[in-house]
T-cell receptor, first 113, second 111 residues
Framework: GNSVTQMEGPVTLSEEAFLTINCTYT??????LFWYVQYPGEGLQLLLK?????DKGSNKGFEATYRKETTSFHLEKGSVQVSDSAVYFC????????????FGQGTTLQVKP | SQTIHQWPATLVQPVGSPLSLECTVE??????LYWYRQAAGRGLQLLFY??????ISSEVPQNLSASRPQDRQFILSSKKLLLSDSGFYLC??????????FGDGTRLSIL
């Protein structure tokens, strides 16, 4: 079945550092891929998405490119802020009929001033 | 625009008591609906999903049940809570191949 694997955390960075959170997927076909962010005590918010190979999703300075050849969807940001501290989840569609998502285990990011 | 509401935001219940968590969606029709649980510091576990009224699929065997009495209403229930039912419960909705959208969650503590 489909699966999503993302790098383990926690990731600790200084403000303005470059961020990469790795995510790879295993799937039949090319499912839509997503990054969600969860701030402390809150639900998940959709951060960005890509629906086909070579798509680049972007939002709030974050980017991720759907790379078919490496089956990856790594999240990047050029200059992180303290307010980016959160848990980040990579996810992919497991079934188009039900809309079920396969989630990675989440990566905690802590940005220090 | 579409919105999703979950309540209550926080709940403290004794072991053995019943549970009812409610989730409603506005601004869309016939959404797919989902209940997740997130243990402290852990990832998401899909508990139930529904593709239509009265249609419930369970992902893991457990002490909980779900119902969908109306198109945009999804209820998570238990007859007798266990300590292991503690966690953060999230409801979500989606349509067709679009992303899921999450509610603000209910933090459930069992004493």
């Amino acid at each position: 079945g489909n699966s999503v694997t993302q790098m383990e955390g926690p990731v600790t960075l200084s403000e303005e550092a470059f961020l990469t959170i790795n995510c790879t997927y295993t799937a039949t076909g090319y499912p839509s891929l997503f990054w969600y962010v969860q701030y402390p005590g809150e639900g998940l918010q959709l951060l960005l998405k890509a629906t086909k190979a070579d798509d680049k999703g972007s939002n709030k300075g974050f980017e991720a490119t759907y790379r078919k050849e490496t089956t990856s969807f790594h999240l990047e940001k050029g200059s992180v802020q303290v307010s980016d501290s959160a848990v980040y989840f990579c996810a992919g569609h497991g079934s188009s009929n039900t809309g079920k998502l396969i989630f990675g285990q989440g990566t905690t990011l802590q940005v220090k001033p | 625009s579409q919105t999703i509401h979950q309540w209550p935001a926080t709940l403290v219940q004794p072991v053995g008591s019943p549970l009812s968590l409610e989730c409603t969606v506005e601004g869309t029709s016939n959404p797919n609906l989902y209940w997740y649980r997130q243990a402290a510091g852990r990832g998401l576990q899909l508990l139930f999903y529904s593709v239509g009224i009265g249609q419930i699929s369970s992902e893991v065997p457990q002490n909980l049940s779900a119902s969908r009495p109306q198109d945009r209403q999804f209820i998570l229930s238990s007859k007798k809570l266990l300590l292991s039912d503690s966690g953060f419960y999230l409801c979500a909705w989606s349509v067709k191949n679009q992303p899921q959208h999450f509610g603000d969650g209910t933090r459930l503590s069992i004493l």
